[in-house]
């Protein structure tokens, strides 16, 4: 077990944690701090304290969980101290509020007719491979770069990196219906994105 | 429409996917949600595109810790574990 080996001071297992956490813990910890290198210095105290505490961990919660809610602490109290304006948890309440659609609104049918709601343009069915083709993942990847910080990183910890909904929910100190809800706009529009590359004719029908 | 079911509508549907695929709709709403793709190949599509988004989003790397970074913190490791060996 990876926190047996850290007591002993196994360098292998820290580079180990380090490799598999360290690039998200520093782009969670830079979504609270003002700068690059605030979020290092809350980073590397995250680390210190986990290792200092590391005889007291009982296990109750994954290492994951209890190393990155020790991170979001630190973050936070920085933010605060630096003053920057917006806490992560503050924004991704007002976006998830904002009623935004996942699909346009012009691509169903009125309130006016027969059936309302029902798809006027519907989508039409995307041939798997070349979906999954390494040209239209280098798509999904700039379409998640575009997204609003939030979504960006409530898509990368859940769809790319493979985190639970409560992991995230934790992690970002948000609700679980708001990590959903940012999920949802955030794979909303990365499959317009797509729906645009793949099947333009269909996706530019309403325009 | 029965009064006890209310159908629907395909552009609620394309609201309830995420949750749908997190398992964190209500009884009553997975049972309409099945229900309407039963009977609507557009939303049939729709679901299946965004099951492949997820799936071609998963297959992107994460990125790597910054190497100086990375250094750093195997130093900070290296003096931890001296401090307590000799503790």
């Known amino acids: ?39 290092e210095e809350v980073v590397q105290e995250t680390w210190l304290a986990v290792l200092n505490g590391i005889d007291r961990f009982e296990g109750r919660s994954s290492l994951k969980t209890w190393l990155f809610r020790i991170l979001t602490n630190r973050a936070k109290t920085r933010g605060e101290r630096d003053g920057r304006m917006l806490p992560f948890s503050a924004l991704a309440g007002t976006e998830a509020e904002s009623g935004e659609p996942a699909v346009d609104p012009e691509r169903f049918l009125g309130p006016d007719s027969a059936t309302p709601g029902a798809w006027a343009a519907p989508p039409r069915a995307w041939p798997e491979d070349r979906v999954l083709a390494r040209e239209t993942v280098g798509v999904i990847e700039s379409a998640i770069d575009m997204l609003p910080d939030t979504q960006r990183e409530v898509i990368r910890l859940r769809d790319v990196e493979g985190w639970t909904p409560m992991e995230v929910a934790d992690a970002l100190e948000i609700s679980d219906g708001n990590q959903r809800v ?11 994105v797509l729906e645009e590359y793949l099947d333009p004719e269909t996706a530019g029908v309403t325009r | 429409m029965s009064i006890f079911v209310r159908e629907m509508a395909c552009q609620e549907l394309v609201e309830l996917v995420t949750a749908y695929f997190d398992g964190s709709l209500s009884r009553a709403d997975r049972r309409r949600f099945r229900a309407h793709l039963r009977g609507c190949p557009h939303c049939t599509a729709y679901v299946e595109q965004m099951r492949l988004v997820i799936e071609a989003t998963g297959r992107l790397t994460e990125e790597d810790i910054p190497p100086e970074a990375r250094d750093e913190l195997l130093d900070a490791f290296r003096d931890w574990s001296e401090g307590r060996s000799t503790e």
């Open chain 1, 182 to 192: 940012l999920l949802h706009r955030a794979r909303s529009k990365v499959r317009a």
């Open chain 1, 1 to 39: 077990m990876i926190v047996a080996r850290l007591r002993d001071g196994d360098e292998a297992a820290f580079a180990e944690l380090l490799d598999r956490y360290g690039s998200t813990m520093l782009r969670v910890a830079q979504m609270y701090v003002k700068d690059r290198a605030s979020a």
